[in-house]
């Protein structure tokens, strides 16, 4: 199975101020039809996990753009260039090109 | 608007069975895969078992093959997940997800908690 290793896993931010995750693969994401699976959620306490970022840098619907996604290969990161409020929960990365899809453990962002 | 959820757990004892349900509502159910997707405080989050839109393929993690059978009725918008010869480490709520990996479509449902204990 594909290892999914996020770091920090706990990331306080003042806010305003931007954050930063970092999720790396044990296997290239890269698919056999040239794409990258590799997504970002959110899960706030007490929800389901909801999908922020989906194949590397696409923002899903409803998903203010102070949220971007880059990398590729092995190597990604999230990014919220100013922290708000809402903002706070457990953030994973997940990867849907090999089966079984797999999460990463999680990067529990809070307010400073 | 969209609405995945899901019913049928509980608490049932090691080796038991339970079935779970899932009604799909508010978007084109037969045109998507569907996934189940359990959660643990241990483990986090897992694939559990996927099917694909007519169910002509389905996949399972290693960890439950032989045991769960994924299945769907599109003409019900429902998707199930037998669950046979339960054990202790299949404790977990259990979520009906619609993941679509090239658009924007992910839907998740609220959850239903399965415990396994004697």
């Known amino acids: 199975d594909v290892l999914m290793t996020q770091s920090p896993l706990s990331l306080p931010v003042t806010l305003g101020q931007p954050a930063s995750i970092s999720c790396r693969s044990s296997?290239?994401?890269?698919?056999?039809?040239?794409?990258?699976?590799l997504h970002w959620f959110r899960q706030r306490p007490g929800q389901s996990p909801r999908r922020l970022i989906y194949?590397?840098?696409n923002r899903d619907s409803g998903v203010p753009d102070r949220f971007s996604g880059s990398g590729s290969g092995t190597d990604f990161t999230l990014k919220i260039s100013r922290v708000e409020a809402e903002d706070v929960g457990i953030y994973y990365c997940?990867?849907?090109?090999?089966?079984?899809?797999?999460f990463g453990g999680g990067t529990k962002v809070e307010i400073k | 608007e969209v609405q995945l959820v899901e019913s049928g757990g509980g608490l049932v004892q090691p080796g038991g069975s339970l079935r779970l349900s899932c009604a799909a509502s508010?978007?084109?159910?037969?045109?998507?895969?569907m996934f189940w997707v359990r959660q643990t405080p241990g483990k986090g989050l897992e694939w559990v078992a996927g099917?694909?839109?007519?169910?002509?393929?389905?996949y399972y993690v290693d960890s439950v093959k032989g045991r769960f059978t994924v299945s769907r009725d599109n003409a019900e918008n429902s998707l199930y997940l037998q669950m046979n010869s339960l054990r202790a480490e299949d404790t977990a709520v259990y979520y009906c997800?619609?993941?679509?990996?090239?658009?924007?479509?992910?839907?998740w449902g609220q959850g239903t908690l399965v415990t396994v204990s004697s």
């Open positions: 997800v619609t993941h679509d990996r090239s658009r924007s479509v992910d839907y």
């Open positions: 508010g978007f084109t159910f037969r045109s998507y895969w």
């Open positions: 099917i694909q839109y007519d169910g002509s393929a389905r």
């Open positions: 296997q290239s994401l890269v698919h056999s039809d040239g794409n990258t699976y």
């Open positions: 194949k590397v840098s």
């Open positions: 997940m990867q849907s090109t090999h089966w079984p899809f797999t």
